[in-house]
């Protein structure tokens, strides 16, 4: 195989992105072959924009020959039964995030891929993971330039979203339709990252969750965790889609010091020795730990894209190149998120891993006391996603 044809399943938002990225011929390597869509007027306008078939039907366009991969973009529920027949009929899947609503859900998908599928290519759009800055603090936490990690903070309140985003769409916001709010909508990313540039495991999280606080919807809309890892250190992860203006702040302390990245910067504060040694065997009472203030350089050329995962998935397909992305990473980010709603609502903590029949049982019970509460008329405007794109750690 010399080119990947690819089938975009559903031109939402996100859908319309990735369509694109294709007839800009932004994707080596890839071709747009077709595109699925049950919206007859959408059907209609890409069949002209992209001068490709247009299905009505899921099923008939795997049944089509016409593609190699998906990639699916469509409200969260139907990502991993979507998943799960592409894989049937033998196809690669590049999934949107995130891969699931429940933590149950992303483990039968996990299992299935890993038992059964695994000669596929199986990705997820987390495209954080290209961040120049973000990877550069992956590098020197692996690298070991922190020591033992101790804390990491993130304060990411720049989620701001107006009555008109969350009427872009009749299952938006609401429990039975998207499954969630900030945690499940704009936070996978966040909650992605955490694991991916600490490495460290979440063992219980502590929460506050307010729904419809500063919306009329029906999800959570404001969160505050707190996360205990299994190594002893301590996380805090503040986030909200009504605070404005919004702060990015994110901040990861060790034995040797701590990174803050800001404002697109990265600045690390080292010490000159060991904080833990320091605190051992200082004969002082009171001492300032000696600091030296570096500002770490990072590629500012770019920034994250989703065009970088794309392409990466169709490396992988064609030369056997290491994905950036895999999709089985979606359910360690759904899982934190799952837990910081449940912790968040009920106010108890919540044990890892995860109890997959709680969280459902939860799923349920929310949908019955909140579900048609959203009291905003579905808009057919269409929301311009680059708007949102490099509006977290690295801006």
């Not at 869509?37 to 306008?45: I, L, P, S």
């Not at 490709?52 to 008939?60: K, L």
């Not at 199986?122 to 993971?129: D, E, K, Y």
């Not at 002082?284 to 990466?312: A, C, G, K, M, Y």
């Amino acid at each position: 195989m010399d080119n990947v044809r690819f089938g975009i399943v559903g031109v939402g938002n996100m859908g319309t992105n990735h369509v694109q990225s294709f007839l800009d011929n932004a994707i080596p390597g890839a071709t747009l072959t077709a595109i699925c869509e049950t919206d007859a007027d959408k059907r209609d306008r890409f069949a002209k924009k992209a001068n490709v078939p247009v299905f009505a039907e899921y099923s008939q366009l795997l049944a089509s020959g016409l593609v190699d991969a998906v990639l699916i973009a469509v409200p969260h529920y139907q990502h991993v039964p979507m998943a799960l027949q592409a894989f049937e009929k033998g196809l690669h899947v590049l999934c949107e995030k995130p891969i699931s609503v429940t933590v149950g859900e992303a483990r039968r998908l996990n299992d299935a891929y890993t038992s059964r599928f695994s000669h596929l290519r199986f990705g997820i759009m987390f495209q954080l993971r290209t961040s120049p800055l973000l990877a550069k603090i992956r590098e020197l936490i692996q690298q070991n330039e922190l020591g033992e990690l101790t804390r990491m903070t993130w304060i990411a309140t720049d989620w701001f979203r107006t009555y008109t985003y969350y009427a872009s769409g009749g299952w938006r916001a609401t429990w039975a339709g998207e499954g969630g709010g900030v945690l499940i909508n704009q936070c996978p990313h966040n909650l992605d990252m955490i694991g991916w540039l600490t490495g460290l495991t979440p063992q219980r999280v502590t929460a506050v969750a307010a729904i419809a606080k500063k919306h009329p919807i029906e999800v959570e809309d404001e969160v505050s965790a707190i996360i205990e890892f299994t190594s002893g250190a301590i996380g805090h992860f503040i986030t909200t889609t009504g605070e404005a203006p919004g702060t990015n702040r994110l901040e990861i302390a060790g034995d040797r010091g701590k990174l803050v990245a800001e404002a697109g910067k990265l600045l690390f504060r080292r010490t000159r020795q060991s904080v833990d040694e320091t605190n051992r065997t200082s004969p002082r009472s009171f001492i300032n730990v000696e600091t030296w203030d570096i500002e770490i350089p990072f590629d500012h050329s770019r920034t994250e894209s989703p065009r970088i995962i794309l392409q990466n998935f169709t490396n992988s397909i064609l030369r056997n190149e290491p994905l950036l992305s895999p999709g089985v990473d979606g359910l360690k980010a759904l899982e934190l998120g799952n837990a910081m709603l449940m912790a968040g609502v009920t106010r108890q903590p919540v044990d890892f891993p995860v109890d997959a029949e709680a969280y459902e049982a939860l799923i349920k019970d929310l949908t019955k006391r909140y579900g048609g509460k959203k009291q905003l008329q579905t808009s057919t405007a269409t929301v311009d996603m680059s708007e949102s794109f490099g509006n977290k750690a690295t801006k």
